[in-house]
């Protein structure tokens, strides 16, 4: 049980990282008298660090063992989370957020990677059911976590309330979790790998999160420069002995169908938070406090059924709920298209409430089956792949999704649409991503993830 709380922390400090600093944007800007665009890169800064690391988080664990670089990313976490609450202007806050994400891309990739470890083989779905409330918990606990610290005793608390978190769960990983493995001989870390493939994914996630979510003049160069560089990265890999991922891996059907799946979901999870609140606002005319409260809905789902997929995937296998999980998906985007038109806010909330534990099931089975058999020694790259691709979805989905909205509403002000555009372009946002979970259907057919339900333990077989 504690080697499963010290991961659950982990994962709670990661989330936190994320959701609870939002709501102190306006506050930071008065504390450092700078511009909203400004204070923004405090959140940026963390994403690009933890979309950048992620991966090579994941292959520093499989060289120099999980357990000792999880501690030494919750030790980072923590001393980033110490300079950030003791920030005497805005460039050092931003700098220690970016030396916190390098501490939250061990957290995220580590954590999937130790499952495998800490628990007996039948347990693994309920275990990844775990992590995904505690990600769920964070995501709802960090906006009104954040908004009683910055009322209370003011923004830096926001940050220092993770160290002790940090250092908690640092002893509990160094005490309870298993040792590590002897490193394998031959391997090494890939330096060039990791340099380009940073570059491209750097380039990538500031071309759609630089401008705030919106296209900006740079965006066609720095997607150019994210294709390069990741072409380069390739023919890279192909050229060294101990490669930063393997080629072959990627090939295999199973996790290429998995990350391709990962991509898709979570930019249709996004496009509840891209679109969502501009709907309930224009098209159901709410207050600013109900949307938040709504908004609300969808993490409070995730918390209370992430350990039940978890349950679920150990009963019924990863194959058969991996499919189960994307139908019911495919559902709640169609219901999020059409019911809160219909229906107004019921509408919605029961859409919401049909899409959310679809995700859950479908994260806890993928997860599930990717690293069940994965060998111990590409365990951190690989579930590093796994995070890397839900980021690139979130980030993705942030500037994708909302440029469908802004086309199907009909102005690039969506804020000045009527409450009719603001319907319309709900329906055709979410039947847009109604598309992309039918695709995610067709990867994991494609890909060999799609099984009948079995009663007992999970028999998937994944490629490392």
């Given at each position: ?79 980033a989370s ?18 916190q ?35 769920a ?11 009683l ?18 250092g ?7 005490r309870?979790?298993?040792?590590d493995?002897p ?27 630089g ?14 420069v ?29 996790l290429?169908a ?7 979901v979570?930019t ?13 606002a ?29 349950r ?21 985007a169609l ?11 019921p509408g ?5 409430a049909?899409l ?50 802004a ?8 804020a ?7 319907g ?14 039918l ?14 339900p ?7 077989k994944?490629?490392?």
């Open positions: 049980m504690l080697p499963l709380v010290a991961l659950a922390l982990s994962v709670l400090l990661s989330s936190l990282g994320i959701s609870s600093p939002n709501v102190a944007l306006p506050e930071l800007a008065v504390a450092f008298s700078a511009k909203l665009q400004a204070v923004q890169w405090v959140i940026i800064a963390y994403l690009l660090a933890v979309t950048v690391l992620i991966v090579s988080a994941g292959r520093l664990g499989d060289l120099y063992g999980h357990r000792r670089v999880l501690v030494g990313g919750l030790v980072v976490f923590s001393l110490l300079v950030c609450g003791l920030a005497p202007n805005l460039p050092v806050l931003i700098g220690a957020r970016a030396l994400g390098a501490g939250a891309s061990v957290l995220m990739a580590l954590t999937v990677a130790m499952v495998r470890d800490t628990v007996p083989k039948d347990k693994t779905g309920s275990a990844m059911g775990l992590l995904g409330t505690m990600s918990i964070g995501t709802a606990l960090g906006p009104s976590l954040g908004g610290l910055v009322a209370g005793p003011g923004w830096p608390a926001i940050f220092l309330v993770m160290v002790p978190l940090g908690l769960a640092a002893l509990l990983a160094l309870f979790l298993p040792a493995r490193r394998e001989a031959g391997e090494g870390f890939d330096p060039l790998g990791t340099l380009l493939l940073a570059l491209a994914l750097g380039a990538y996630a500031l071309a759609v999160t401008g705030g979510g919106a296209l900006t003049g740079l965006t066609p160069a720095l997607i150019l994210a294709v390069v560089g990741f072409g380069l990265f390739l023919f890279a890999e192909t050229a060294v002995r101990s490669p930063l991922v393997s080629l072959p891996a990627l090939r295999e059907p199973r290429a998995s990350l391709v799946m990962n991509i898709l979570s249709v999870m996004m496009a509840t938070l891209v679109v969502g609140p501009f709907f309930l224009i098209g159901l005319g709410l207050s600013v406090a109900a949307v938040g409260l709504v908004l609300s809905v969808g993490p409070l789902v995730s918390t209370l059924s992430g350990i039940p997929a978890g679920i995937v150990d009963r019924f296998g990863a194959n058969a709920i991996v499919v189960a999980g994307l139908v019911q998906m495919m559902v709640g219901a999020l298209a059409f019911a809160p038109v219909a229906f107004g806010l919605y909330v029961v859409a919401i049909l959310t534990p679809g995700y859950q099931l479908f994260q806890a089975a993928n997860n599930t089956a990717v690293m069940m058999n994965v060998e111990a020694g590409r365990r951190g790259v690989i579930s590093g792949l796994l995070s890397l691709s839900r980021n690139l979805g979130l980030i993705t989905g942030a500037s994708l999704m909302g440029v469908v909205f086309l199907a509403v009909g102005t690039p002000d969506v000045a649409a009527t409450p009719d555009a603001a319309f372009g709900l329906t055709v946002t979410f039947c847009v991503a109604a598309v992309m979970v695709l995610a259907i067709v990867a994991a057919v494609a890909g060999g993830l799609a099984g009948r079995r009663r007992g333990a999970i028999q998937p994944a490629g490392g």
